[in-house]
């Protein structure tokens, strides 16, 4: 059976480096709808803070609206993150998968060792009973190579589960959508700054770079969330001229 293609340095790289795309936010968003439960009380109980977060930040007169909505869009923020942290904690750490492969890799060596040891013609005849009918022999090789490779691609270093990051990008969609509809003069800068500031007024962990002092990470960080709130912005838009259309076309 055909030996699996060499395993170089470049390629770990490679897949450690690999970004899962962003998921795409839903692109009919209109605005927060308040929830039929009560609103989460922290954020009900400073409304003139949310009212100084809107004049300082986006430049913007707030009025009870808009603070109204703000309000609201943090709640279900709030909310979402927990979902998706719910969602996250099913994913192993860097750490646990280290663990957990090389567990695996001692047990895939101490099998092949003991295959060694036996006759070679032993499992002359003996077939694994997966498609293709591969030999026992081969097959325990083929185990206690993967694990090896395995091993290459989730080295011993601690950290958090995958996608925390992306789990953050996600939740700021709507905020970055807020400012585009409600600060549509506001500078990018002021922007990013609101966003951020929002995600840490809710004090659950979201990690989110200051574009004051980190403006290289925070380009990264925010460009993907602003492509997916212009593409939200932009399909309502359209969404609203064609039901203005429509009605012009009815009322004739």
Partial sequence: MPRPEK?????????????????????????????????????????????????????????????RELVWLLVNTEREWQRQRDIGEAQPTPGEMS????????????????????????????????????????????????????????????GRPPGRREAAQWVAIPLMLFTYRHAPEATQQQQRVFVRECLHLLRVGIECPDPNDHPTNSVRWFRPVEAAAKRGLALSIARSRARALAQAKLSE
Wanted: charged share 30%; hydrophobic share 35%.
């Fill in 7 to 67: 395993f170089t340095e470049e390629k770990r790289r490679q897949r450690l480096c690999k970004r899962r795309p962003l998921p795409r936010m839903p692109l009919d968003w209109q605005g927060v709808k308040p929830p039929g439960e009560a609103p989460l009380l922290p954020f009900e109980e400073k409304p003139g803070d949310h009212a100084h977060s809107l004049q300082t930040y986006l430049g913007i007169r707030a009025g009870h609206d808009l603070t």
């Fill in 99 to 158: 663990a957990i492969v090389g567990d695996g890799a001692k047990r895939a060596r101490e099998l092949l060792e003991w295959s060694d040891s036996l006759p070679a013609a032993l499992f002359h005849n003996v077939t694994v009973l997966i498609p293709g009918d591969p030999r026992l022999r081969a097959a325990i090789e083929h185990l206690a190579h993967s694990f090896e490779l395995l091993s290459e691609i989730y080295p011993r270093r601690r």
